[in-house]
């Protein structure tokens, strides 16, 4: 059974773990730990594949361990299928990466130990199937990849980072728990089968959808729960940083979907607006977050939380067409998020791949010290550039088809029955079209900034390529990535299965289309052929090379190059990420940072120079986060002195919260 091949790599990576504990300080660990974690994350993906593609049945275990009276239940099934591949995927690729990238980690003993325990926790998240097994294995998930942030424990802003992140996974375990508990009812049946017979109230259903949105959107990175993840990412090593935001964010989607699409039932309209209005929010502030940012890998996160955005654009777009009986519309939007939680498992990992051996050769993550390592990177360059193309959502890579995807979907609206819908829906749209067209120019900036020009610092002088282990997983990634764009239709009907089961229908089999183009729902709509795109592109591009080269002058002219009115040769006189953000950060700066600039321009004749500051606060902290905290601080530091009362006093407080709590069973109805 393929569940019994998932289960006992589960196991094994348990078993691996401890090799991570006795290792960790000979060189043979790294080879030990990431070999046998992409050995087994292999396994595992070639069996979700072979269930996904096979279309086979769904599979159920239970094993004798977790609650007495429950054990411990797991299912592998069309969704969990798909999950599963998009999580061992990313962790064979991460751990070949890590392979070589692991050489330059200065704390093994805080990484390998915890690394295949994170594998194993994502794998068992996906296919558990009760409440109790989902929330041991969740926890589980969330504290072994804290362990991972918190590797490099010396630096202060990671300890922050892991303080944030512990609180913001406990919170959202907690609104999980709430919702399984209602789930569960009076009965505690706390098996997804039975929580799909049972049929809550319309206000148990909406009350549920709150908490899961809360529980899985705060994992995830949902707007106003993301304060965690662009803090978190960064400060694990790189191939970590590739998991935590290219997968771990795509099982808290997968968490969403199993309880909402599956063990919830039929949704009611309403829930769509939720996840819509939080979904479009979402996009627009990650990637206006991301334009402001230096430090790289920073950028990076927060674009996860601009993709995530996207993804819960398409979930609720599905619930919405399904609710009214859409089942059509419902499957094109439902796969447009699958679609595009693969795309961006592989463009983002591939992102922090490159940013990983960028510091890895630079010891620098703040674009402001990098600059020209195309020259002494240049395979690193290329791969990056191709992660920037797909994450831009530019044809003919996959990060555009999945967007069209969506915005097809997007189009469909207008049949929706619910002026709500009717006003909301295009609204979204445009804040989806506003946030791929900054994420364009994020990405310039971010490859321009980082590999073009001169370099800034000796640091970026020194720079060398990265080793055959880490340009190896980018180069497979960036295939991939080339792959799904130019043949979407094979990666569409393998979703089929899933939508089928989730939504009651699935888009039209695209592989008999004629030329390998794509069609969402009619020939008379719309198609798009990802092969002839990308034709074209290199056929254009080679005849513009040869006609250059075939008909420019080879006569040898001398000329001053242009400096664009600086000549001084200084690299200070580039374009910087700062100067490159600003007129973003001018029209969006008031409302969305509260941005301030302060100039210091001495007068003539003081050889200062002039400095400019500018000033960005977070909002979403300064409104939300930052009271919560000085709340929590003021009701901690009053009740400090309870901490040395004497033996008395406690027993005192123990009898009161006693009688108090037998005054509440007497009087309970």
């Excluded at 995830?220 to 790189?238: D, F, I, M, N």
């Excluded at 002219?557 to 910087?576: E, F, N, V």
């Amino acid at each position: 059974m393929t569940l019994t091949v998932i289960l006992a790599s589960s196991a094994a990576l348990l078993v691996l773990a401890a090799f991570g504990v006795t290792l960790h300080r000979e060189p043979a660990g790294r080879i030990v730990v990431y070999g046998g974690s992409l050995a087994i994350s292999a396994v595992v993906l070639v069996a979700a594949l072979a269930h996904l593609l096979g279309a086979g049945p769904s599979e159920t275990t239970t094993l004798p361990v977790g609650l007495p009276w429950l054990h411990a239940r797991f299912q592998l099934d069309a969704l969990a299928a798909f999950f599963l591949a998009v999580v061992n995927l990313g962790a064979a690729l991460g751990s070949l990466y890590a392979l070589g990238y692991g050489k330059h980690e200065q704390s093994p003993q805080r990484v390998l130990p915890f690394y295949p325990l994170f594998l194993a926790g994502m794998t068992l998240v996906v296919v558990a199937d009760d409440a109790f097994s989902f929330l041991f294995t969740w926890e589980f998930m969330s504290l072994s990849s804290w362990a991972l942030v918190m590797a490099h424990d010396e630096v202060p802003e990671n300890r922050r980072a892991g303080y944030i992140y512990l609180v913001m996974a406990s919170f959202g375990t907690l609104c999980l728990l709430l919702a399984f508990g209602l789930l569960a009812g009076p009965d505690g049946q706390y098996a997804f089968s039975a929580m799909r017979e049972s049929t809550p109230s319309p206000g148990t259903s909406a009350l549920v959808l709150i908490l899961v949105l809360i529980g899985t959107g705060s994992k995830a990175g949902l707007v106003p729960l993301h304060v965690w993840l662009p803090l978190a990412h960064p400060a694990a090593p790189s191939h970590v940083s590739a998991l935590l935001s290219g997968v771990m964010t795509k099982v808290a989607v997968y968490g969403f979907i199993r309880i909402v699409f599956d063990v919830l039932g039929t949704p009611e309209w309403w829930w769509s607006m939720v996840v819509l209005a939080l979904a479009g929010i979402t996009c627009v502030m990650g990637v206006l977050y991301a334009l402001m940012q230096h430090d790289l890998k920073r950028l990076l996160a927060y674009h996860t939380v601009e993709n995530i955005g996207i993804i819960f654009i398409g979930l609720g777009l599905a619930l919405a067409f399904q609710a009214h009986g859409m089942p059509v519309p419902a499957a094109l939007a439902f796969t447009a998020a699958l679609l595009h939680v693969f795309n961006h498992s592989l463009f983002k990992s591939l992102l922090f791949f490159g940013s990983g051996a960028v510091l890895a050769a630079t010891h620098e993550r703040d674009m402001e010290h990098l600059g020209g390592l195309i020259h002494p990177m240049p395979l690193t360059a290329f791969a990056f550039l191709i992660g920037c193309v797909a994450i831009s959502a530019l044809p003919p890579l996959n990060g555009f088809v999945s967007e069209w995807l969506t915005f097809q979907a997007i189009l469909l609206s207008p049949q929706l029955p619910s002026w709500g819908l009717k006003f909301l829906v295009p609204a979204v749209g445009a804040l989806l079209a506003l946030s791929a067209a900054l994420a364009a120019a994020c990405f310039v900036k971010a490859f321009g900034v980082t590999f073009l020009g001169r370099p800034r610092t000796e640091a970026a002088r020194r720079a060398h390529e990265a080793d055959r282990f880490s340009l190896a997983a980018m180069f497979i990634l960036a295939a991939i990535c080339l792959l799904a764009g130019i043949l979407p239709g094979y990666f569409i009907d393998a979703l089929g299965p899933v939508a089928k089961a989730m939504v009651g229908d699935s888009m039209p089999v695209q592989r008999d289309v004629p030329y390998l183009s794509i069609v969402p729902i009619a020939e008379s709509r719309s198609t798009y052929n990802g092969l002839l795109v990308f034709l074209f592109t290199a056929v254009s591009v080679t005849a513009a090379a040869l006609a250059m080269h075939r008909f420019a002058s080879d006569r040898l002219r001398r000329a001053p190059a242009w400096d664009c009115g600086y000549p001084d040769p200084s690299p200070l006189t580039q374009y910087s990420a700062s100067s490159f953000a600003q007129p973003i950060r001018r029209v969006f700066g008031t409302l969305v940072f509260r941005a301030s600039e302060q100039v210091d321009m001495p007068p003539p004749g003081d050889a200062r120079p002039a400095r400019l500051v500018v000033r960005l606060s977070d909002l979403v902290w300064d409104a939300l986060y930052a009271p919560i905290a000085g709340a929590v601080t003021f009701v901690a530091n009053r009740l400090e002195p309870l901490q040395s009362l004497s033996i008395r006093h406690y027993l005192s407080f123990v009898f009161a919260a006693l009688v108090g709590l037998l005054l509440v069973l007497a009087i309970w109805p």
